[in-house]
């Protein structure tokens, strides 16, 4: 997935001088207003993410894609966050089209589970890259071509 030519990885957060993942997709939106952002997460961070600094503020500002997880799936989609934007859920067959809804939507994909933790996939051990707000400060943000 993090290999796609449409997906980059990068220190964006340095550059910006932001801390939190809202902050950073405020910035973003500022900075390239005709990029299609969507948000890609693993459902580890879905339970958890209504502990994140304005945390609501992510699911109004781009499309998130959730991606299953080993043992997560069922806490992701029980989450505080998944109950309280349940009704802008889409169907896992529309995540195609993600980038072009207006958020707040979210998909769930049910992918073939990676055994591998974050931080093997980030410390290259893992077949990409990725990295969470809560281990490294860092994003992974999806910017198709407009």
């Given at each position: ?18 801390r ?6 405020r ?24 502990s994140w600094k ?13 991606f299953?997880?080993p ?35 979210w ?40």
């Amino acid at each position: 997935m993090a290999r796609h030519p449409r997906i980059r990885v990068t220190d964006i957060e340095a550059r910006l001088g932001t801390r939190y993942t809202a902050e950073t997709l405020r910035r973003l939106k500022r900075r390239f207003p005709h990029t299609r952002f969507v948000w890609l997460m693993g459902a580890d961070n879905l339970v958890q993410i209504a502990s994140w600094k304005d945390w609501p503020q992510i699911f109004h500002a781009v499309p998130i894609a959730v991606f299953a997880r080993p043992t997560y799936s069922l806490r992701a989609l029980t989450a505080k966050a998944a109950r309280r934007f349940a009704r802008n859920r889409l169907r896992e067959s529309a995540g195609r089209r993600l980038a072009d809804q207006e958020p707040p939507a979210w998909v769930f994909v049910h992918n073939r589970p990676n055994p591998l933790s974050a931080t093997e996939i980030r410390t290259g051990r893992g077949a990409g890259t990725g990295r969470t707000e809560k281990s490294t400060g860092r994003s992974q943000v999806s910017a198709p071509p407009t």
